[in-house]
């Protein structure tokens, strides 16, 4: 007879099936996603936890005046004197060597985490007390916008608890991040599918430089090509990665599928990667 599937087995498949259809919805609710993948990292984190910490975030909006004069400097200054200085949200340098600053219900919990995940709390807060907000992926460090972000707006960083950003403020840290200029397009607003590949990145990227937790690694790829659109080096990424967790046959598989996917644009990397492949098979014998 089959072996029945463990309890967290059936409870991680279905936690999967959810973010797969909360990022393929018309309208994908960060919010929902980010908690998502924070159950990957802590599967005691169950639907009575991820509707706590949505609470919380409605919580925190009722918090705010509606519609403040001043426009979209007046929502900045708002956002910044309740979750920068009344509940201390913000960040360190610290911040970057801990996962639970990339799992927005630590976030939520503890006040400090990520760029990109302070921006999240921001954003999602602001939203629902009726905010124009949305959010910026400068090179190597998110902030938030408020107005138009073709026409009037301002800029804040969450991380710095929310303090407002000029344009030269802008530029000087994309030019930490990359040595480059800032551009227009930087500033455009982000999708919530990007901000979510982004914030897996993140967590791949941690991962990768703990490689006692290859796990962490392989479950951020797996949520990573449930996203409608990403980019297919993901798939050879965690191909390789079951290779170095001693998955041969599993990641000897989807190498030749990798393969027979580039082979039409790229036959020669085609024909590495089956090689790659069969070093992993040799792996067995």
Do not use: K
């Amino acid at each position: 007879m089959p072996q029945e599937p463990e309890p967290e087995q059936v409870a991680r498949a279905a936690r999967r099936r959810l973010f797969a259809e909360a990022a393929r919805a018309d309208a994908p609710d960060l919010a929902l996603l980010c908690l998502l993948i924070g159950a990957e990292a802590d599967p005691g984190l169950d639907e009575r936890g991820i509707d706590d910490v949505q609470i919380e975030l409605d919580r925190l909006a009722g918090l705010l005046p509606y519609a403040p004069t001043g426009g979209p400097g007046a929502w900045a200054r708002n956002l910044a004197e309740l979750l920068g200085t009344r509940c201390g949200f913000g960040g360190s340098p610290a911040d970057y060597r801990r996962l639970e600053s990339s799992l927005l219900h630590e976030v939520v919990r503890r006040r400090r985490g990520l760029p990109i995940l302070l921006s999240v709390v921001w954003m999602e807060v602001a939203r629902r007390a009726g905010a124009p907000v949305y959010g910026v992926a400068l090179p190597g460090h998110f902030v938030v916008g408020f107005g138009d972000p073709y026409g009037a707006h301002v800029l804040a960083d969450p991380f710095g608890g929310g303090r407002p950003l000029t344009d030269d403020d802008a530029a000087l840290l994309v030019a930490g991040a990359t040595g480059g200029r800032l551009t227009e397009q930087m500033i455009e607003p982000a999708g919530t599918l990007d901000v979510v590949l982004r914030m897996l990145n993140n967590i791949r990227a941690w991962a990768q430089a703990h490689p006692e937790h290859s796990a962490v690694q392989l479950w951020a790829l797996d949520l990573s090509l449930l996203l409608p659109s990403h980019p297919a080096r993901l798939r050879h990424e965690r191909a390789r990665l079951l290779v170095q967790r001693g998955e041969f046959l599993a990641g000897a598989a989807e190498l030749e599928e990798y393969a027979r996917v580039v082979e039409a644009v790229e036959p020669t990397g085609a024909d590495a990667i089956r090689r790659e492949a069969a070093a992993a098979r040799a792996m067995l014998n």
